[in-house]
Nanobody, 123 residues
Framework: QVQLVESGGGLVRAGGSLTLSCVAS????????MGWYRQAQGKQRELVAA???????TYTDFVKGRFAISRDNAKNTVDLQMNSLKPGDTAVYFC?????????????????WGRGTQVTGSA
């Protein structure tokens, strides 16, 4: 089985910084896209940042210029450096990865999600 485990969440004052980390483990041949999503209480889950295997990045407008996503393909990890945090960043942040698996049925990509980690930007 494949597991994604996040770490690094917490409470930080407005203007502070946090770094989220995620490691994928298990039956993994390769990983295509990886990313971070967040879901605030009572809101829909939304994309925060995504990164391709080659390193191309995408950010939502709300975090562009403040957050930076990076990955290590050899270690199957993806990080999210969050700077200048705001109360509006408060949410549960989820790690996502499209994991490429090889099994008796062939090669296939499967979406996997971490359990989430709480980030709180206090006023």
């Amino acid at each position: 089985q494949v597991q994604l485990v996040e770490s690094g969440g917490g409470l930080v004052r407005a203007g502070g910084s946090l770094t989220l980390s995620c490691v994928a483990s298990g039956s993994i041949y390769s990983i295509n896209g990886m990313g971070w999503y967040r879901q605030a209480q009572g809101k829909q889950r939304e994309l925060v940042a995504a990164i391709t295997r080659a390193g191309s990045t995408t950010y939502t407008d709300f975090v562009k210029g403040r957050f930076a996503i990076s990955r290590d393909n050899a270690k199957n990890t993806v990080d999210l450096q969050m700077n200048s945090l705001k109360p509006g960043d408060t949410a549960v942040y989820f790690c996502h990865a499209e994991v490429i698996r090889r099994d008796p049925y062939g090669v296939r990509g499967v979406d996997h999600w971490g359990r989430g980690t709480q980030v709180t930007g206090s006023a």
